[in-house]
């Protein structure tokens, strides 16, 4: 595609659900990047792909979250068991080489969890 | 732990004038900064700066990196309202299973008034 996409973009949940947010890469980017946005904050690194493959998920903050990628497509962030410090907006990056070349940003999902 | 800080945190001018963001950094083999302009949710990417180009210029907007000193100035002349936006640092190091992590620094709040 044109550019990174996440969907949703705006996800209001119960304390307790389990929620699954999803990326598109641009099309070719072999690399993809999950970070965390709190509110008035920097962004915190979760976790990368190169391929389908994740080789440092130490930024999951619990064991709640995890991350799949399949192939050099399509990403999922799922968080179980949602806890009120879980809101945020989650950004999805995506770039053509790992680490080497510039990271493009989609446009987030902002989830609120109640 | 790699750190990435920015100053000043928080910036107010007023249109025309020029300003300069600041970002140093502390991390084990270096890579790349890069730079980016936050508006709403998605950061939107400005530079990339490398050992083999520590200075680039779009228009307004120029960065350079000093490898010395261990870090990059964010110049913007001319500074229009559009220009208001948090302006976020990011360090690409390390090797191995962390190659693929970004680290960003706070991020610095512009307000440009007319």
């Known amino acids: 595609g044109a550019g990174v996409s996440q969907s949703p973009s705006n996800k209001v949940t119960e304390k307790g659900k389990d929620v699954e947010l999803r990326c598109d890469p641009i099309?070719?980017?072999?690399?993809l990047y999950w970070y965390r946005q709190r509110l008035g904050q920097g962004l915190e690194f979760l976790i990368y792909?190169?391929?389908?493959?994740?080789?440092?998920k130490s930024g999951l903050p619990s064991d709640r979250f995890s991350a799949e990628r399949t192939g050099e497509s399509v990403s999922t962030l799922t968080i179980q068991r949602t806890q009120q410090e879980d809101s945020a907006v989650y950004l999805c990056a995506s770039s053509f080489y790992l680490g080497t070349s510039e990271a493009f940003f989609g446009q987030g999902t902002r989830l609120t969890v109640v | 732990e790699d750190k990435v800080v920015q100053s000043p945190l928080s910036l107010v001018v007023h249109e025309g004038d020029t300003v300069t963001l600041n970002c140093s950094y502390e991390v084990t083999n270096f890579r790349s900064l890069l730079w980016y302009k936050q508006e709403k949710k998605a950061p939107t990417f400005l530079f990339m700066l490398t050992s083999s180009g520590i200075e680039k210029k779009s228009g307004r907007l120029s960065s350079i990196l000093d490898k010395k000193e261990l870090s990059s100035i964010l110049n913007i002349t001319a500074t229009q309202t559009g220009d208001s936006a948090i302006y976020l640092c990011a360090v690409g190091a390390g090797g191995g299973t962390s190659y693929g992590k970004l680290t960003f620094g706070q991020g610095t709040i512009l307000t440009v008034h007319p």
């Open positions: 099309s070719g980017h072999t690399a």
């Open positions: 792909f190169q391929g389908n493959s994740a080789p440092d």
